[in-house]
């Protein structure tokens, strides 16, 4: 069983970055896309952005598209995600998770992901 831990999540001003990491156990881990997701309070948790196992194909949420990145370091076992021109909107628990498989679509649903990692907080203030 694959164990995806995250980190990078703190309290930041509106218009600031962060890069959150996701760092994953095993040596499988370029044989499967990977994605973020998000969960505010009182909201379901909801796509961020996706990535194939070569790094090459990548997906994103209308809602941060152009301000996020998402890219991945396979000799490391990394996922990353780069947040700049971050929003109140964007507070929320941040999860990674892996896919079931290598490749990746534009379909959000968390259904096709089978392993989440325990989540990092991301706060923005205005």
């Known amino acids: 069983q694959v164990q995806l831990v995250e980190s990078g999540g703190r309290l930041v001003q509106a218009g600031g970055s962060l890069r959150l990491s996701c760092a994953a156990s095993?040596?499988?881990?370029?044989?499967?896309?990977m994605g973020w997701f998000r969960q505010a309070p009182g909201k379901e948790r909801e796509f961020v952005a996706a990535?194939?196992?070569?790094?090459?194909?990548?997906y994103y949420a209308d809602s941060v598209k152009g301000r996020f990145t998402i890219s991945r370091d396979n000799a490391k076992n990394t996922v990353y995600l780069q947040m700049n021109i971050l929003k109140p909107d964007d507070t929320a628990v941040y999860y990674c998770?892996?896919?079931?498989?290598?490749?990746?679509?534009?379909?959000?649903?968390?259904?096709?992901?089978?392993?989440w990692g325990q989540g990092t907080q991301v706060t923005v203030s205005s």
């Open positions: 998770a892996r896919r079931s498989g290598p490749t990746t679509s534009e379909d959000p649903s968390p259904d096709f992901y089978n392993n």
């Open positions: 095993g040596r499988t881990f370029s044989s499967y896309a």
């Open positions: 990535i194939n196992w070569s790094g090459r194909i990548t």
